[in-house]
């Protein structure tokens, strides 16, 4: 089943680069294996995934550390500063900073650790009260201040577009995230690049590598519903 679904989630991402005259070697499929079994990520892994997401500190601690080394951890959930210990060192992306509390947290492991951590800025684009993220006009604020901290590395911007039935309604979501993105690549301000635009689920993905998704994070469309119940 994995392995069936993550072909055809590849294909979906070819021909959705193709539609955009997109090098799909731009577009990097993570596969969002929050609460399902190491044994489902083996699966993924056999096909040649190497790319997962997970969205709480302490089960990517675990997983991580039972599974092979060359697997990249993409942490994409919301992150408290007390957790920051668990996934600074073990995560190659952390997608989901939201507040220069948080940031100054991670730049402390980060330099415990001897180490440069990876991050983007998780922004709330449809201004969503039940998401975290930051509103599009507080980022380049953010993005100066993390600018300073010498053991983090903003890579770029990440969005979690609103549920919706029809992906369509998220393409103006993407665009803006992408017009964010350029804006502030413009500004050329030091130790920021934003090379990575992180958005698109398995509803909206293919609409969003259309509007410039470099990383898509799909779980459901891998790994099947997901039970939080058990
Ligand atoms: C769970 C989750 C996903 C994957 O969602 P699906 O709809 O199952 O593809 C993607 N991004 C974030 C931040 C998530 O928490």
């Given at each position: 089943m994995v392995k069936e679904n993550l072909k055809e989630v590849e294909e979906k991402i070819t021909a959705a680069c193709e539609r955009a005259g997109r090098d799909r070697n731009e577009v990097t499929l993570i596969a969002?294996?929050?609460?399902?079994p190491m044994e489902m990520i083996e699966e993924a892994y056999s096909a040649g995934k190497r790319d997962f997401g997970e969205n709480k500190a302490q089960e990517m601690k675990e997983k991580h550390d039972a599974l092979p080394d060359d697997i990249k951890w993409h942490f994409i959930g919301h992150l408290q500063t007390n957790k920051v210990k668990y996934v600074v060192g073990r995560?190659?992306?952390?997608?989901?900073v939201d507040s220069l509390h948080l940031a100054e947290a991670i730049e402390k492991e980060s330099e415990k650790k001897n180490l440069v951590s990876d991050i983007l800025i998780e922004v709330n684009v449809a201004c969503e009260e039940s998401k975290f993220g930051l509103k599009t006009d507080e980022v380049e604020k953010l993005v100066r201040d993390v600018a300073?901290?010498?053991h983090l590395r903003v890579k770029g911007l990440m969005t979690i577009a609103p549920f919706v039935e029809n992906a369509e309604e998220n393409r103006n979501i993407f665009r803006e995230l992408k017009a964010l993105s350029v804006d502030i690549a413009a500004?050329?301000?030091?130790?920021?690049?934003?090379d990575i635009l992180s958005m698109g689920m398995t509803g909206d993905y293919e609409v969003a590598v259309e509007e410039g998704a470099t990383l898509v994070r799909v779980g459901t469309g891998i790994f099947g519903e997901r039970n939080y119940s058990i």
């Amino acid at each position: 089943m994995v392995k069936e679904n993550l072909k055809e989630v590849e294909e979906k991402i070819t021909a959705a680069c193709e539609r955009a005259g997109r090098d799909r070697n731009e577009v990097t499929l993570i596969a969002v294996s929050k609460t399902k079994p190491m044994e489902m990520i083996e699966e993924a892994y056999s096909a040649g995934k190497r790319d997962f997401g997970e969205n709480k500190a302490q089960e990517m601690k675990e997983k991580h550390d039972a599974l092979p080394d060359d697997i990249k951890w993409h942490f994409i959930g919301h992150l408290q500063t007390n957790k920051v210990k668990y996934v600074v060192g073990r995560a190659t992306l952390i997608h989901s900073v939201d507040s220069l509390h948080l940031a100054e947290a991670i730049e402390k492991e980060s330099e415990k650790k001897n180490l440069v951590s990876d991050i983007l800025i998780e922004v709330n684009v449809a201004c969503e009260e039940s998401k975290f993220g930051l509103k599009t006009d507080e980022v380049e604020k953010l993005v100066r201040d993390v600018a300073k901290l010498p053991h983090l590395r903003v890579k770029g911007l990440m969005t979690i577009a609103p549920f919706v039935e029809n992906a369509e309604e998220n393409r103006n979501i993407f665009r803006e995230l992408k017009a964010l993105s350029v804006d502030i690549a413009a500004k050329n301000i030091d130790n920021i690049s934003m090379d990575i635009l992180s958005m698109g689920m398995t509803g909206d993905y293919e609409v969003a590598v259309e509007e410039g998704a470099t990383l898509v994070r799909v779980g459901t469309g891998i790994f099947g519903e997901r039970n939080y119940s058990i």
